[in-house]
């Protein structure tokens, strides 16, 4: 069984709304930390599908559809706060709809995660459908990130713009980590030893996208604790 998935999050420099323009850090703290969790999901779940944990892989699957699960529900909690924020706000321009461009494209890339996991089962074992989930997914997710990057334009304290571009980077690197080496488990390959070394290889790649979207998870909820208190 081969296939690793990932995930980006929504990013954003201006002040989040929940539930009547509430700007408590409670809903957002919810939102960070829920996401952190997935990332472990997904770290876990990628050391599974290493060569040598091949036993366990049914496992990872179980994980990855786990953690697909967890950015669905990010994404959809995402865009229910953008709907919410730009209702209270009315505010219109080339800037709103590049971000619910992002977000619809994370919701899609969320749900093909989602269903590339299941495929990768081994009671399913769709592993091409699987893999095209994953590549288109990962696309997507990399369109999202690098226009989200473009989008950071000030984010009132220093600090918070510094760890806005670290979160952004991490995400933005992650998502090319992803998004080429899901390509070669489209190929028929034989069990050859060197077969063995490139999907070693691989899984070392996806590993450590994984774990730069666990970095970028921690600092994102760091930097939220630090905007609402700056704001407040």
Not at 44 to 54: A, C, I, K
Not at 144 to 172: D, M, R, Y
Request: one cysteine or more; charged letters at 10%; a positive charge.
């Amino acid at each position: 069984m081969r296939g690793e998935v990932f995930m980006a999050h929504h990013i954003t420099n201006r002040r989040r709304s929940y539930k009547s323009g509430s700007t408590s850090f409670f809903w957002e703290g919810v939102n960070a930390s829920t996401y952190i969790f997935g990332a472990l999901c997904f770290v876990v779940g990628s050391v599974f599908f290493l060569p040598t944990f091949q036993k366990y892989s049914a496992a990872g699957a179980w994980l990855f559809i786990i953690g697909s699960l967890i950015y669905l529900a990010v994404s959809l909690h995402d865009f229910a706060e953008t709907l919410i924020f730009y209702r209270i706000n009315r505010q219109r321009g080339s800037k709103t709809i590049l971000e619910f461009l992002t977000l619809t494209g994370y919701v899609i890339a969320s749900a093909l995660f989602l269903l590339g996991s299941i495929c990768f089962l081994p009671s399913v074992l769709k592993e091409d459908w699987g893999a095209w989930g994953f590549i288109i997914g990962s696309a997507l997710f990399a369109a999202g990130a690098t226009i989200s990057v473009t989008q950071i334009t000030e984010a009132g304290t220093l600090i918070g713009l510094q760890l806005l571009n670290a979160v952004a980077i991490c995400f933005v690197i992650g998502s090319i980590l992803f998004l080429v080496p899901s390509i070669p488990y489209l190929w028929s390959v034989d069990q050859s030893n060197l077969t063995q070394k490139l999907f070693i290889y691989l899984a070392g790649q996806f590993i450590f996208a994984s774990v730069l979207f666990l970095a970028g998870g921690v600092a994102n909820f760091y930097r939220a604790y630090r905007m609402h208190h700056h704001h407040a």
